[in-house]
């Protein structure tokens, strides 16, 4: 069994600053990892993920996250944020392995930007 | 592509009522998914269709739940007996085989149960 810990549940930041949110996971098996966000009234959209090789990956919007196996961490980053970013963001991992295709989400972080 | 696509976006229950939700893939996608997600949670899983069959389930998903389908199409979710604790937003997600592990949501049903 997997299980996903969003260690934020809330984080303000300033237009045009940096942000990070932070995803930390349990499994014993490899994963898949995967952001989400969800934009208000919106269905969850993909904003990156994680299934091999490079660990730094890119994604839209211009996040970025960096998949840590050592730290079981998967934290997104984006260095410079924009009013339009205001939303939630979801963290999840799925078993890397055959029979199993569903996604285990953290709770959440809800981005404010503020002006 | 026009989306997933849920019906009703909104719904408003008596409890021991029975509803049925509905879930439009995206076209030829193969895979499709039913989530569930109350206030301050994550969405959970609840079941998984490979076209027309079910090949997973969550122990969240009671016997008062049901999923449908049919013909790999379009999918129904059940609930009978509605309780209050059902209250939530269902989501509902589709995926096409060999893309990488990218499922689209739909912009969910929310169900209130009174």
């Known amino acids: 069994a997997q299980s996903v810990t969003q260690l934020d549940s809330q984080v303000p930041v300033f237009e045009e600053a940096p942000v990070e949110l932070r995803c930390n996971y349990s499994?014993?098996?490899?994963?898949?990892l995967f952001w989400y966000v969800q934009y208000p009234n919106q269905g969850l959209q993909l904003l990156l993920k994680y299934l091999s090789g490079s660990t730094l990956v890119k994604g839209i919007n211009g996040f970025e996250a960096e998949f840590n196996k050592s730290q079981t961490s998967f934290h997104l980053r984006k260095p410079s944020v924009h009013i339009s970013d205001t939303a939630e963001y979801f963290c999840?991992?799925?078993?890397?392995?055959?029979?199993?295709?569903?996604?285990?989400f953290g709770k959440g972080t809800k981005l404010s930007v503020i002006p | 592509d026009t989306g997933v696509s849920q019906d009703p976006r909104h719904k408003i229950t008596k409890r021991g009522q029975n509803v049925t939700f509905r879930c439009d893939p995206i076209?030829?996608?193969?895979?499709l998914y039913w989530y569930r997600q109350t206030l301050g949670q994550g969405p959970e899983f609840l079941t998984y269709?490979?076209?027309?069959?079910?090949?997973?389930k969550s122990r969240l998903l009671s016997d008062r739940f049901s999923a449908e389908r049919p013909k790999g199409s379009f999918s129904t979710l059940e609930i009978q007996r509605t309780e209050q604790g059902d209250s939530a937003m269902y989501l509902c997600?589709?995926?096409?085989?060999?893309?990488?592990?990218?499922?689209?949501f739909g912009q969910g049903t929310r169900l209130t149960v009174v």
């Open positions: 999840a991992v799925r078993d890397s392995g055959a029979g199993s295709y569903q996604l285990t």
């Open positions: 269709f490979q076209n027309e069959a079910q090949l997973e």
């Open positions: 997600a589709s995926s096409l085989e060999g893309t990488g592990l990218r499922a689209f």
């Open positions: 499994s014993s098996v490899s994963v898949y």
């Open positions: 076209s030829e996608h193969n895979r």
